[in-house]
């Protein structure tokens, strides 16, 4: 609730977009799990920043999310026009909870 703290600052803009040091090459990926903790409802603005950094033409991306209580909320409606040429599909938020069993199986589900 610090109206001064980075993530608010970022989080309050929608045209934020923090600087990646060090991109990561996905071009021999067909698919790419995006993970991330939701603030506010959606992804982290860095999270808009790498997508729209990657060449996705006819890739899917697959976001997941960490969370203590709350679900996706908007987060695929916010990330969907950066994903350019990419199949984005619906994510999932992960609890605690969850065990390594039940990542590799929804992994497989998707």
């Known amino acids: 609730m610090d109206k001064k703290a980075r993530s608010t600052i970022e989080m309050n803009d929608?045209?934020?977009r923090p600087a990646i040091a060090k991109m990561p090459d996905v071009g021999a990926y067909d698919r790419?799990?995006?993970g991330f903790p939701i603030w506010w409802y959606v992804a982290p603005r860095i999270?808009?920043?790498f997508l729209e950094a990657c060449e996705l033409d006819g890739k899917?991306?697959?976001p997941f999310a960490t969370s203590g209580?709350?679900?996706m909320g908007k987060t695929n409606s916010v990330l969907k026009p950066s994903c350019g040429g990419a199949k984005l599909v619906e994510?999932?938020?992960f609890r605690k909870s969850a065990s390594k069993a039940d990542l590799a199986a929804w992994a497989a589900s998707v």
Request: glycine residues 16%; aromatic residues 6%.
């Open 47 to 49: 999270i808009n920043t």
């Open 32 to 34: 790419i799990y995006v």
């Open 14 to 16: 929608p045209a934020s």
């Open 60 to 62: 899917t991306v697959i």
């Open 91 to 93: 994510g999932k938020v």
């Open 69 to 71: 209580g709350s679900g």
